[in-house]
């Protein structure tokens, strides 16, 4: 290998392309960096050189490679896939991780109000990608909303929320759908997939559920407990977006129900003031872990 060359592979399933000097990424937006390991996946998302179309050889040969940061170098590389077809909805996609695993959700392929609600995975060990569901009428089909996987009796389940797209095959009674003025639906759909079975579940809701949002932050904080933090909702004349700071706690109770629950700024004043949250000085500022406010 020459100087200046630089090449990264974790595996013999891997492949990487050879470049000269250091591998630049460019512009790229509506997209998700999973994290596994020592390193950050980024594949798809609005670039530049994305042909935006449905589908074609060039489109599928662009999606064919995946971008991977390696933290111990600070590099980034190219990598290319092999496996299934790499997913259309390349564009808003939902993302989470599980081991070596990194699921797909949804997502659009830029060609108008085209939506997707496939679900596939991809190992950052093989470099491989795996069907998991086809794209069908089961649930939804959205983008810019959140997926964690969480764990139920021993069993494993990926729950998504919100997102906009297009207008569903069914209208599920516990939810609301707006439409936007562009033409998608914007809603507070929540879907459950046992990974073991592979079938899809609408969970029962209790508690306080979001408004239909999109756009926000969701991580996960125990095995069946995730957080999610602002995000768009519509306004009340329904023509214009409010971005907000809302904090909402989505517990899984059952394999068929989700609690919610609006965190409100008061409750995280409490928990200042009775010393729940560990404070971590750095350079930047303070680091709060908020873990405790949301047990």
């Known amino acids: 290998m020459s100087k200046g060359e630089f090449l990264f592979s974790s595996s013999s399933f891997s492949s990487c392309l050879y470049f000269t000097g250091i591998y630049q990424l460019g512009g790229i937006a509506h997209h998700s960096a999973a994290v596994v390991g020592g390193s950050v996946f980024l594949w798809g998302g609005q670039r530049p050189d994305l042909p935006i179309v449905h589908d074609s050889p060039q489109k599928r040969n662009f999606l064919s490679t995946i971008d991977r940061l390696e933290f111990r170098t600070g590099r980034w590389s190219s990598h290319v896939t092999r496996g299934t077809l790499p997913p259309l909805g390349a564009i808003g996609y939902f993302c989470t991780t599980r081991n070596n695993d990194i699921f797909f959700f949804g997502g659009t392929c830029g060609d108008g109000l085209c939506f997707h609600n496939d679900?596939?995975?991809?190992?950052s060990l093989a470099y491989e990608w795996s069907?998991?569901?086809?794209?069908?009428?089961?649930?939804?089909?959205?983008?810019?909303?959140?997926?964690?996987c969480m764990e139920s009796m021993g069993t494993e389940y990926l729950f998504m929320i919100g997102g906009a797209g297009s207008t569903p095959t069914t209208y599920q009674s516990q939810y609301q759908y707006i439409q936007l003025v562009t033409g998608a639906i914007r809603t507070n759909e929540q879907n459950l997939l046992n990974l073991s079975t592979r079938q899809w579940i609408i969970p029962t809701i209790s508690g306080q559920c979001c408004p239909p949002i999109g756009s926000f932050a969701m991580e996960k904080i125990t095995n069946n407990k995730a957080v999610m933090f602002g995000g768009s909702v519509a306004r009340d004349d329904g023509r214009s977006d409010i971005l907000v700071n809302t904090v909402y706690t989505c517990q899984m109770e059952s394999d068929t129900t989700i609690v919610s629950y609006l965190i409100t700024v008061w409750d995280v004043f409490i928990a200042w003031i009775n010393h729940v949250w560990t404070l971590i000085h750095v350079h930047t500022g303070i680091a709060c872990n908020l873990k405790n406010v949301f047990k």
């Open 119 to 123: 679900i596939n995975s991809f190992n």
């Open 131 to 148: 069907n998991i569901i086809p794209t069908s009428d089961a649930v939804m089909k959205r983008v810019e909303g959140g997926m964690v």
